[in-house]
C-alpha cells in the first residue's frame, strides 16, 4: 500500500512538472503572437528575441529561449539568425515553407514575395488581371516618403477613358523622368495602353532659345511654313499617338506653344505649324515636367488645363532611409555595369548619405560614377581584383560632409542593414553565383590563400565560404550549416570579447562543419587530456558549451566533450 501511495505521490509530481512547462510554452506562445501582430515587416529590427518576451513574462531568458526553439521546432515560429537570435509567429504567413533565416534581409526578401505571390493570385481571382503594383517597386520611398505622389500618378493613368494629363513638379534631379517612364509601363502593364504603345520624350529646354524650331520639333510642320521647310514633316506629338509623350521642362515651351496645347488637351486636335484649316487628330496622354513655380513660369489657361499636380521632394526632403536605399542602389549598379565587385569604405557611404547634394538624385548618381572611374583607372592601372573606392577620389563638397556624420550616427545604425561601422561591398551577381565562384577564389592551388583572406570583406567573404563548406561537406546542407555555425561564432566572439577575422571564421566553420559529419555518424574525435584541458581553459570550455547548443538544436546532435575541447584548443590557441 505504502508503495503504492509512493507511486501515485511521483506521477502526481511529474504531471505537475508537465502542467508547468505546458503553461509557460503556452505563455511565450500567446505573447510571440501578441508581439507579432504589431511587427513591421520593413522594420530592420524585426522579430523577438528571449530576452525581451522574458522581461514581459518575467521569466528566465534560458527558459524562454528553450520554448522559442521548441516552437521552431514545430513549425509555430520562425526563427532569424543573428545577434540576438530573434522569433515571430508563423501564424499570419500563411504560404511560408521556410523557417530559418540567416538574417533579417533574408526574411523580408521571402515575404515580399510571398505577399506579391498572394496579391496576384487575389487579384486574378477577382478580375483576371495580374497585379499592378510590382512596376513601383524600384523606386525608392514608393512605400514612404512619396507614396501619396504613386498612389495620385496611378490614379491619374487609371482614370477613364484615358487617363488624366498631369505636371510633375519637382527640383532638378527629384525623379520626375524615371517616374514618368515607370508610368508609362504601369499603363501598359494594367492594359491601359498596348504592348506596343509609343512613348516620347521631349525636352522642352534644348529648343528653347529658337521657338518657332521648338514648336516644329512638337507639332511638325507642313512644306514652305518657314525658311527651309522643303517638305511636309511630322512632330512628335503625331509619333506619340496612342501614347504618351513626356515633356521636361515644359515652363521652356512659350505661350504660343502653350496655347497649341489647348486644342490637343480640350478635344484631342492640333495643326501642324503653318497650317490654317487642317485639325489633325492624336489621342495622347500629356505627362508634363517642371522645376519652376507653376503659376509664375506658364499661362495659367494651360495649368488649369492639367488636372494633376504631383510635387516631388528634393533629396535634402528624403529620409535617411531612402538616401541610404540611393547611394546603394547606385554603387550596386556601376557594379553590375563594369561585373567588377566594388569596395567602399563606411566613412563614403555616410558622406554620400548626408553631403549637401543641390542636383539631388541625379547629382548623386552622377558623383557615385564619377568617383567609380576613378576607381575602375586604379583597378586597371594596379592590376587589383576589385575597385576600391577611396578618400582620395572623392570631391571636397563630400569631404565637408563628414562634419555631419556624428550628428546622424544613430539615423544611420538604425536604417543600415550592416553595421554603420563596417565597410560595403558591391558585387554584380546574385548570391548564387558568389557562391559559385567562392572555392576558386578562397582555395589557390590547393591551399588557402591567406593574403586574399586578409584583405577580403568579412561579409562578403562569408558569402563564398559557403562553396568552400559545400566542397567539404559530405552530406550536410552548406547554407544551414554556415548560417548556424557564423551566429554561433559571433555569440562567442562576443561573449569573449574575441575580435574576428576570415582566418579564425574559415577555421572554425570547416572544423566545424566536419566535427558534425563526425558526429552524425557516431566517430567522434577522442582528446588525450580531456579533463586536463577542461580545468585548464574552464571559462572558454563552458561558454563553447553554451554557445554550441544552438548547432546542438539545429542538427539534432550531442557534441562530446572530446569534440568540445578540440574546439577549444582552435579557440585559445
Do not use: W
Amino acid at each position: 500500500m505504502k508503495k503504492a501511495e509512493e507511486k501515485i505521490v511521483v506521477r502526481a509530481a511529474r504531471e505537475k512538472v508537465v502542467l508547468k512547462l505546458e503553461s509557460r510554452e503556452n505563455k511565450v506562445y500567446s505573447k510571440l503572437i501578441e508581439l507579432s501582430t504589431r511587427v513591421d515587416s520593413y522594420d530592420i529590427n524585426i522579430g523577438f528575441d528571449a530576452g525581451t518576451i522574458g522581461r514581459e513574462l518575467n521569466l528566465l531568458r534560458n527558459n524562454v529561449s528553450k520554448e522559442l526553439n521548441k516552437l521552431y521546432n514545430d513549425r509555430k515560429a520562425v526563427k532569424i539568425l543573428g545577434k540576438p537570435m530573434r522569433f515571430i509567429a508563423a501564424d499570419n504567413l500563411v504560404g511560408l515553407n521556410q523557417y530559418l533565416f540567416e538574417n533579417v534581409g533574408a526574411f523580408q526578401r521571402t515575404i515580399k514575395t510571398l505577399t506579391m505571390k498572394k496579391e496576384k493570385e487575389r487579384t486574378l481571382k477577382t478580375n483576371g488581371k495580374p497585379p499592378n503594383t510590382s512596376i513601383f517597386e524600384n523606386i525608392i520611398g514608393a512605400h514612404d516618403n512619396i507614396k501619396r505622389q504613386i498612389e495620385q500618378a496611378k490614379a491619374a493613368i487609371l482614370y477613364p477613358p484615358r487617363g488624366l494629363n498631369m505636371l510633375l513638379i519637382g527640383p532638378t534631379g527629384s525623379g520626375k523622368t524615371i517616374l514618368a517612364e515607370t508610368l508609362y509601363k504601369y499603363a501598359i502593364e494594367i492594359g491601359k495602353l498596348p504592348q506596343n504603345a509609343p512613348y516620347v520624350v521631349f525636352n522642352c529646354a534644348d529648343y528653347a532659345a529658337n521657338p518657332q524650331l521648338l514648336l516644329s520639333q512638337l507639332f511638325g510642320y507642313v512644306k514652305g511654313s518657314f525658311t527651309g521647310a522643303n517638305k511636309d514633316k511630322a512632330g512628335l506629338i503625331a509619333h506619340a499617338d496612342k501614347g504618351i509623350i513626356f515633356l521636361d521642362e515644359v515652363h521652356r515651351l512659350p505661350p504660343e506653344g502653350q496655347e497649341m496645347l489647348f486644342t490637343l488637351i480640350d478635344n484631342g486636335s492640333y495643326r501642324r505649324l503653318g497650317e490654317s484649316d487642317n485639325n489633325r487628330k492624336a489621342d495622347v496622354l500629356l505627362i508634363a515636367a517642371t522645376t519652376e513655380d507653376t503659376y509664375s513660369a506658364m499661362l495659367k489657361t494651360f495649368i488649369r488645363r492639367i488636372p494633376v499636380l504631383i510635387k516631388l521632394p528634393s533629396l535634402g526632403e528624403r529620409t535617411i532611409k531612402e538616401r541610404i536605399a540611393f547611394v546603394r542602389g547606385f554603387f550596386s549598379e556601376e557594379s553590375k555595369r563594369v561585373g567588377i565587385p566594388i569596395h567602399v569604405s563606411k566613412e563614403i557611404i555616410k558622406a554620400f548619405v548626408l553631403y549637401d547634394c543641390p542636383g539631388n538624385i541625379g547629382q548623386l548618381k552622377n558623383d557615385i560614377q564619377q568617383i567609380c572611374a576613378k576607381a575602375y583607372m586604379d583597378y586597371i592601372t594596379l592590376k587589383r581584383d576589385r575597385m576600391e573606392v577611396k578618400l582620395s577620389q572623392v570631391t571636397q563638397g563630400l569631404v565637408d560632409s563628414f562634419s555631419k556624420i556624428v550628428n546622424n550616427k544613430e539615423l544611420l545604425i538604425q536604417y543600415l542593414n550592416s553595421s554603420a561601422n563596417e565597410d560595403m561591398l558591391f558585387f554584380e551577381d546574385t548570391d548564387r553565383d558568389v557562391e559559385r565562384s567562392g572555392y576558386e577564389e578562397i582555395i589557390s592551388d590547393g591551399y588557402l590563400d591567406y593574403e586574399y583572406l586578409s584583405s577580403c570583406n568579412i561579409e562578403y567573404y562569408r558569402h563564398l565560404l559557403i562553396d568552400v563548406v559545400s566542397k567539404t561537406t559530405t552530406f550536410l546542407d552548406a547554407r544551414k550549416a554556415c548560417d548556424v555555425l557564423n551566429c554561433t561564432l559571433d555569440n562567442i566572439a562576443s561573449d569573449l570579447n574575441l575580435t574576428l577575422n576570415n582566418g579564425i571564421i574559415t577555421k572554425f566553420l570547416l572544423h566545424c562543419v566536419c566535427m558534425l559529419e563526425r558526429v552524425i555518424r557516431k566517430e567522434p574525435l577522442q582528446y588525450a587530456d580531456n579533463s586536463t584541458f577542461k580545468k585548464a581553459h574552464a571559462h572558454v570550455f563552458k561558454i563553447l558549451k553554451r554557445e554550441l547548443k544552438l548547432v546542438e538544436e539545429v542538427f539534432g546532435v550531442t557534441i562530446p566533450d572530446t569534440e568540445l575541447a578540440y574546439v577549444t584548443e582552435m579557440i585559445v590557441l
